[in-house]
């Protein structure tokens, strides 16, 4: 019989609130994230610049001012509760009962666009080994999934002006569902 992790409480507060314009999904918090309390907050973590970068935010916050976020109408969370050093430490089984949790949580906020960012996490969570980065065939709650590559220091195939780069192509769909909406007579926010 295998080892089971014992039951994590929530180390990380989601920064999420009504009239999302996108969700952004961690896979888990990183050591120092759940040290700090704060989403991202590790060293070298390319969240933040990246979010800034690709028009998302003003200017670059810092993982303590991650509830500013909300103003920008972008929401944070994660796929797993439980801090780990590095996100391969997850089992499948954590990754796919973290993508139930993360389906009801959707449903509950209806953002315009969830953004996970992690295409490993995606592929093992949800069960599509062949997914690609961007656009998803799939919704999640009912809404449009884009991913995102992981912006941990760690990941080296991608630096932070591809990351800058492929943001800003969520947020520009993310944009344009507005546009869709308030033609059609929908009810989300501009």
Same mark, same amino acid.
């Given at each position: 019989m295998g080892l089971h992790?014992?039951?994590?409480?929530?180390?990380?507060?989601?920064v999420t609130g009504p009239g999302l314009r996108v969700l952004f999904v961690g896979i888990n918090p990183s050591l120092t994230s759940a040290r700090l309390g704060h989403h991202f907050a590790r060293p070298g973590n390319r969240f933040w610049p990246a979010l800034h970068l690709?028009?998302?935010t003003p200017r670059r916050l810092a993982p303590d001012e991650d509830m500013e976020l909300l103003e920008h109408g972008v929401g944070v969370t994660n796929l797993v509760d439980r801090p780990t050093r590095v996100a391969s430490a997850l089992s499948r089984e954590e990754l796919r009962e973290g993508a139930r949790r993360l389906e009801a949580l959707v449903r509950e906020l209806e953002p315009r666009l969830v953004a996970i960012v992690g295409i490993?996490?995606? /592929?093992? !969570?949800?069960?599509?080994?062949? @997914?690609?980065?961007?656009l998803q065939d799939e919704t999640l709650g009912g809404r449009?999934?884009?991913v995102l590559p992981n912006p941990s220091g760690l990941n080296?195939?991608?630096?932070?002006?591809?990351?800058?780069?492929?943001?800003?192509?969520?947020?520009?769909?993310?944009?344009?569902?507005?546009?869709?909406? /308030?033609? !059609?007579?929908?009810?989300?926010? @501009?």
């Open positions: 992790p014992a039951p994590v409480t929530k180390p990380l507060r989601d690709a028009g998302f490993t996490a995606w /592929r093992t !969570a949800f069960d599509r080994p062949r @997914a690609q980065l961007g449009p999934v884009w080296a195939h991608h630096q932070l002006p591809d990351l800058a780069r492929l943001y800003g192509e969520a947020r520009a769909y993310a944009a344009e569902i507005s546009k869709t909406r /308030r033609r !059609a007579g929908g009810t989300l926010p @501009a």
